[in-house]
């Protein structure tokens, strides 16, 4: 116990930390007083990664004490936390910060790291947070909070997370099965790190997983950390330890973090050189490497579906992009593995599936950083993986997995857009010019409805470097013989005077009404607001979130920097070419940014038009409803 | 710039069919004037907005025979009705809706929403149907005409849909018997009657704990609940001043300092246009609405909006003072973006032919003018109405 406890209470002073911190509430500890916390939070897998990589040493397993104290033992619901949304990676300090906290068991550690990561201000969507399945003890029956919650329980005191703590510690006393002594579980241990490294030797990165999320958590992680963290190891079969997942809120800053997530990552990734000093807490690769790297382990991953890894290879590619096509695709990915999916004797199906689909999100977020679309739907999914009644067959479960998916994927996504069309052609008179930034699935929706109902207008595209998705979207236009004009964004405030409507995509809508959406909408925004032009946001209200963000740092996606510098099909423009490596100069192409809820007039969405301040009206009816209870 | 806006296409084009105010002639009531309405405009608003002239008529403002007219023009438009499946329930039972709406309507002091709620009361009460479904489609029926006799009235319209989700809102399992189904929807709507009626009252109490001793009250248009306001005031002894508008051409201003010189209240009148030049006196803006939107903005007899925006630059506060029935789901993104209401505009003398006369009778002040609003539901802010349309109709 004393090296956990010694581990426990160190902080790292240079991790920053984003976000308010609470005090861990990790309702973790189901039956317990602080289960009074728990029960507005849906339970959500009761997988054995309960151990979020927050914690220190590799938390993969619960500790064979916390076995015992299986209603007390609640492996975190930090599984669902591994999500980032965007590049939002947690600041690992966060577990250093519970480590403090949490005294003792690695329960504890856990239910800290859970907590941790509910404070962030919001709550994120349940990511591929990898935890490794613990053994479930057979007096488990905790259920972890949904990471969704995660965010949602940063009022859960550190009092829950102590009397876990505590009752963990009670529970350790008594003399269960899991009780081995350290010698047996170093023994354990040893033995199982040979079995890594054969498996390593077999090119099997995913086997680093687990300590490499366990240390990448832990930024003070030391050797004696390490150890009680690896007797924890005793009770978990090796591939669990690829389930880990960094932090969803992993800060990159740090380079030996960084290290360990890389060792523990299936892609291999290397870093830009010259990085923005205000970005680094975003993660940057290099994209060259990463597409032809993928690509040759495509038959080489057992760990991955094939359907996701396609997905990811995507993803990376570019090939996929815009909300919705990529949530759909992944759902779908999903879907086909869920078919493909068998429950390995001795396990429980949910939380053996929760575990695989965090895999497969941490897979995913390596590719390309979730949007908060797909961040809502990893949550869906696994709350509906949580709330199957157990008694279901394989098949039974698997079928309704299946069809829930579709439902979710037909009512919130696919009629979701039909009836934000019906609402929008409303909007749009004879006579109107209308203007669009980018390529937005809705908005095309609209303009193509409204052409077909015989209303007659023009549009105004405009587009920016270095994606230039307007092309698309005007490609797709012309060809319905609407009349567009295609401008590039320097020359919006000579074009708005034209406009009598501005029609905008979003990424999602935050619950303070600012609209987050591809770099440059804001701009557009900021001067049809100043010409006195209607700004109209068409979103789902699947991706509405409880987050609120103040500006375009914080949470972010960092993309190719290269593809700033160059022009693509003029090969002669490159006069970066020569001084790329110059320490000076650094690269920044940003992939999203924020628009105040003043410049947006009305967001139209499933639920009707409703103006930006009633977001958070609309999280709150009709989440609940949908996602969580289900 | 006009042309900017779609809707100056829209003036030319719509003619929206308005079943009883395009044959009536225009109400040479406020003056004998001898001013010929409809100029032969390029703009041939002949909609005349009902809702405003029954307004009007409310007032004692019109004449005997433009009233006569008036009634006149609503029976006679009844056949016309393009619901025929109004004519047909219409001609199978003896009631019309229509008919019970208009007579509640003539009573000054009713608001026209509370006026169609207690017609749709007496629908359910004279209904034959045997079923909850029968009903309910009865009800659908009588809403909808009800709203297509007057599609400009804001008020109405809301007032009907809130009713229809009121009643339906108690689910139809609930009662095996149709009859206690068919009385319990009797009374949630009386209920609902009364409470509408009562609102007012309501929002005077909450109302008038804002005028403060000595202050100067700037009101704009005949808001009813906004008399009732000031009337509360004034009898729990408060000393203020209240500045009128005239509110051309309605004459809103003179019947409202009318209506104030009763209670004692010393009233000032002006001309629409020296809002801004007594901005500064005034310590708020008093005003009506005839519909909330879903923004929280509202949408108001025509002047509120440039009063808001002077009010606004001035920082004096702007309330409102709205019953919850007037909450609507519409959303205007800008002026011409609302189904126009016109009003004939008499200006004494006669207009020369080719010249347009504005003459819609009402305007959309967005929320971000409005400081708050006070409803039977509470002293709100504008952005709360959204939240209370979405608790009420999703």
Known sequence: MDPRRQSRTVIDPKVRQVGFFAPPDRSQSVPLPQSSTSPPLSDLSPSGNSLSPVMIPPPRTLPPPNRLSSPLNRFSGDSVNAVPVGSYNPSPSVGDFFEEKSVRSPDRRRSGGGGGSGKFA?????GGFEMPPEVKPKSLTTVSVVSKLQGNVTDVDEKVGEQSGESQDVNSKQPLKEKTSK???????EAQRAAKAAAKAGGNAVANTKTGKANSVQKKDNASSIAPAEKRVVDHKDKDRKKDVPHPRMQFDDATRVEKAKKRAVVKQTEVRNRVELFRHLPQFEHKTKLPHLEINFFGLNSVHPAVYKVGLRYLAGDISG????????LQAFQESIMDYSTPPERALNRDLTAKINSYVSFLIECRPLSISMGNAIKFVKSRIANLPLTLSESEVKATLLSEISTFINEKIILADKVIVRHAVMKVSDGDVLLTYGSSSAVEMILLHSHELGKRFRVVIVDSRPKLEGRLLLRRLVGKGISCTYVHINAISYIMHEVTRVFLGASS???NGTVYSRVGTACVAMVANACGVPVIVCCEAYKFHERVQLDSICCNELGDPDAISKVHGREEVNYLKDIADNESLQLLNLTYDLTPSDYVSMIITDYGMIPPTSVPVIVREFRKEHIWSG | MWWRSASFILDRNDNPPQPESRHLTPPSSHMADTNPNPNPNPNPINNISAYYQTRAAHHGVVT????????AAVGRDQPSDSDTSLKSSASEKPFSVIEEFNNWRKQPDLAEAVAAIRALASVIRSSEANTIAELQSELKSASDSLKSWDRTSISLTAGCDLFMRYITRTSAFEYEDFNSAKSR??????????????ARKIIAMLGQDFIFNGCTILVHGFSRVVLEILKTAAESRKVFRVLCTEGRPDRTGLRFANELAKVDVPVKL?????????MDEVDMVFVGADGVVESGGIINMMGTYQIALVAKTMDKPVYVAAESYKFARLYPLDQKDMVPAARPIDFGVPIPSKVEVETSARDYTPPQYLTLLFTDLGVLTPSVVSDELIQLYL
Do not use: H, T
Not at chain 1, 122 to 126: G, H, N, W
Not at chain 2, 64 to 71: E, T, V
């Open chain 1, 122 to 126: 919001s709550s994120l969507p349940a």
């Open chain 1, 183 to 189: 010698a047996e579980r170093r023994a354990l241990q």
């Open chain 2, 270 to 278: 002006l001309i629409d246009s020296a809002v801004a030049y007594s």
């Open chain 2, 64 to 71: 005997s025979d433009w009233l006569a007219q008036a009634q």
């Open chain 1, 323 to 330: 909300g919705n096509a990529r949530c759909i695709a992944m």
């Open chain 1, 509 to 511: 809508v935050l619950a």
């Open chain 2, 185 to 198: 929807f009797l009374e949630r709507a009386e209920k609902f009657g009364e409470i509408s009626y009562k």
